[in-house]
């Protein structure tokens, strides 16, 4: 059974820092890993999708990488701002996404 | 396109009561899932379709529970009678096929009292 862990479960940075998010999956026949962001009582929005066969995807300040041999993903976030403040979850596509628990951020002034 | 629309974003119902949870993917997608959300569980997946059949719904918690999508834009979860332990938000998402992005909803906060 695929199970997804996500570290640290929260966070809370001054703005500026640069970040990592990491993301673990036990079994390694995926299809892709996908990012999501979700801000409090609101839907999920996509950030970034890594195929299985890439190595990393980025979009802006945002740069995620996956290992899948090693059941791993990391999701950095360079020159944090407070409008980052929200939960980051990563998700495992295996024909369903199979979600972590999510690492809740928060970015201050 | 407008999005993966869900309504309605609130319900408020009595123990007991029938609900119906309501759900239009994106237009060309072809695979529509079905989430529940709270703070002691996370996100768990209740049940999935592709091309409007249920591919898998062991994740659906009882018979009260039963999803259908009767065409390719639209779909429903409907829980009877519902429970107290019901009250989460409810997502639906959509993906065009199997290694696709999934695009979410907006959510049902569903509150049984």
């Known amino acids: 059974k695929q199970e997804v862990t996500q570290i640290p479960a929260a966070l809370s940075v001054p703005e500026g820092e640069n970040l990592v998010l990491n993301c673990s999956f036990t079994?390694?026949?995926?299809?892709?890993l996908q990012w999501f962001r979700q801000d409090p009582g609101k839907g999920l929005t996509s950030l970034l999708l890594i195929q299985s066969s890439q190595r990393e995807q980025t979009s802006g300040r945002l740069n995620a990488s996956l290992d899948k041999s090693s059941g791993r993903s990391t999701l950095y976030i360079a020159a944090s701002q407070p409008g980052d403040s929200a939960t980051y979850l990563c998700?495992?596509?295996?024909?369903?996404?199979?979600f972590g628990t999510g690492t809740r951020l928060q970015v201050f002034p | 396109d407008a999005g993966v629309i869900q309504s309605p974003r609130h319900e408020v119902t009595e123990m007991g009561q029938e609900v119906t949870l309501r759900c239009k993917p994106i237009?060309?997608?072809?695979?529509l899932f079905w989430y529940r959300q709270t703070m002691m569980r996370g996100l768990e997946l209740l049940i999935y379709f592709n091309n409007n059949v249920p591919i898998d719904d062991s994740g659906m918690p009882e018979d009260r529970f039963s999803a259908k999508m009767p065409n390719a834009s639209f779909s429903t979860l409907k829980i009877q009678p519902s429970e107290p332990r019901d009250s989460a938000v409810y997502f639906c998402a959509s993906k065009v096929t199997w290694n696709t992005e999934a695009f979410f909803g907006q959510g049902t906060r569903l509150t049984v009292v």
């Open positions: 998700a495992v596509d295996t024909d369903k996404l199979i």
């Open positions: 079994d390694s026949a995926i299809y892709n």
């Open positions: 237009s060309g997608h072809n695979s």
